[in-house]
């Protein structure tokens, strides 16, 4: 039997995972400046899985993977990790900051649909409202901004001369539909599997399916001309990122129903934007205050206790 956090320790583990996501991100502009993004991602599986091999381990108290949970495990690794990132990679070099941020604001609402259809949970009107006030936040901060939001800043600059501005609309929709799904197949597996062991498991598919691209790119790029404190810089993002984060959000995935837990992507650009501000010596605009305001706003309707919790967690 799993032991599941109590519903208010799970709601800091998300809040804080999505945080540590914005902060970051927030702060691998030098990594992404200094190495190709494919063998960047294929180094932080890499130092992801040093970190935590005895999380692959089975607990004596788990039951045995299903065919089905391999599977489930093998689909979380694709979208939420590889395929995630080859649709904004490309999404963002086809479109506007300002397009994909707004499309990325349907992230909560993905969500909860998803959970509805594929989990079967039932969404109150409060949890509608507070993925409303989620999506119009995001959406509103990315109006506001003129350089990418926390969730699609990859250390990319958008190619405006590129025509193909529908299909980059469409492949950052594909990264929400990844996210989404993300989310969802995380709340499935946190029925069977310990937070830790899907952090590895996952993180390990990861590794697998990134290590031709990451080869590729290796085969002849000067790791010499890479400062000292980049390293030291992708090891923070590679814990952080493949350890850290999906461990904290799995964690509180064994709690939270996945549409309540959509709600706290919000955490991605107030982290960014505080890091941006405290420590890359970024202003925050007013529309950004009331940006933020709004998401919080979500995050409390969210996370109001309710006496049907108890019959929606799985």
């Not at 890499?46 to 039951?63: D, F, R, S």
């Not at 909860?112 to 936040?137: D, H, K, T």
């Not at 064994?254 to 706290?264: K, S, W």
């Not at 960014?272 to 420590?279: E, F, R, S, T």
């Amino acid at each position: 039997m799993l032991k599941h956090p109590n519903p208010l320790t799970a709601y800091l583990m998300l809040a804080l995972s999505m945080a540590l996501v914005g902060s970051y991100v927030a702060l691998s502009k030098p990594l992404v400046a200094a190495l190709p993004v494919f063998l960047l991602a294929w180094l932080r599986f890499g130092i992801g899985g040093l970190a935590m091999p005895h999380w692959l381990k089975k607990p004596a108290n788990e039951v045995p993977m299903t065919r089905a949970t391999q599977k489930l495990v093998f689909l979380e690794s694709l979208l939420g990790n590889f395929l995630f990132s080859i649709c904004m990679l490309f999404g963002v070099s086809m479109t506007s900051a300002v397009s994909a941020g707004v499309i990325m604001a349907a992230i909560p609402a993905v969500v909860a649909l998803m959970s509805w259809f594929f989990l079967g949970e039932r969404i109150g009107l409060r949890v509608w409202a507070a993925i409303a006030c989620a999506a119009f936040g995001i959406a509103l901060f990315s109006l506001s901004k003129s350089e990418l939001p926390a969730h699609v800043a990859r250390g990319l600059e958008v190619n405006s001369s590129y025509k193909h501005v529908l299909w980059g609309n469409l492949l950052v929709f594909g990264a929400v539909l990844c996210e989404a799904a993300y989310a969802v197949i995380g709340k499935k597996l946190t029925g069977t599997l310990t937070p830790k062991r899907i952090t590895a498991l996952i993180n390990l598919w990861g590794f697998v399916l990134m290590t031709p691209f990451g080869l590729f790119m290796a085969w002849n790029f000067e790791f010499s001309a890479v400062a000292a404190g980049t390293w030291w810089l992708l090891v923070f993002y590679a814990l952080a990122a493949s350890v850290g984060t999906v461990w904290l959000w799995m964690t509180g995935l064994q709690t939270v129903p996945a549409a309540r837990a959509g709600v706290f992507t919000v955490m991605l650009p107030i982290s960014a934007a505080a890091v941006g501000v405290g420590v890359l010596g970024e202003s925050l605009s007013g529309l950004q205050g009331v940006a933020f305001a709004i998401c919080l706003t979500g995050v409390v309707l969210a996370t109001l206790p309710s006496r049907t919790l108890a019959a929606t967690v799985k």
